[in-house]
Every structure is written in C-alpha cells, then in structure tokens.
C-alpha cells in the first residue's frame, strides 16, 4: 500500500517549479525533473507524470499554486481507485 503523503511529498516536489498559475497539463512539463517520464513512486504505487495526466481527470485548470493542484490529483487518484 502506498503512503499517500510520500506521494504528495514527490509531487510537490516535482511541480512546484513551474510557472504558476498553470493553466494545462503542459504548463508542468518544463518544471519535472525527467520531463513526461518522471515517476512517483511509493510501495505497490508507481506512475510517470504522463500516466498520471491519462489516468485522471486532469484537473480543474488554471490552478495558481502547486498544492491546490496536487491535492486535486491525490483526491483524483483515490477516487479511481489508484491510492
């Protein structure tokens, strides 16, 4: 099982250096360590940053800070049964 905080904690560290507010998906691209391939990682949980944006509802654009964001994107990931 996958320790949601850990995974919160990877995403904000992944996303909050790009330019907010963010209006898409690709707004986040430039800031990722690996690009569309970084990956969150986490017990049985593993996904890349291109999988979290096909697997989730891809948000509730523009968002003007990065854990406004990534909250949306947990609670996205629990409610599909990811987390």
């Known amino acids: 099982m996958a320790d949601e905080s850990e995974i919160r904690d990877q995403m ?5 250096e790009a330019d907010y507010p963010i209006s898409s998906p690709m707004d ?17 949980f593993s996904m890349t940053a291109m ?6 509802s891809g948000g509730d654009f523009p968002y003007d800070d990065v854990e406004t964001f990534v909250d949306d994107v947990i609670e ?8």
């Open 12 to 16: 904000i560290d992944a996303f909050e």
């Open 28 to 44: 986040l691209v430039p800031a990722l360590p690996n690009g569309p391939g970084t990956k969150f990682e986490d017990g049985d």
């Open 51 to 56: 999988e979290l944006n096909t697997k989730t």
């Open 76 to 83: 996205d990931l629990k409610d599909q049964g990811e987390l």
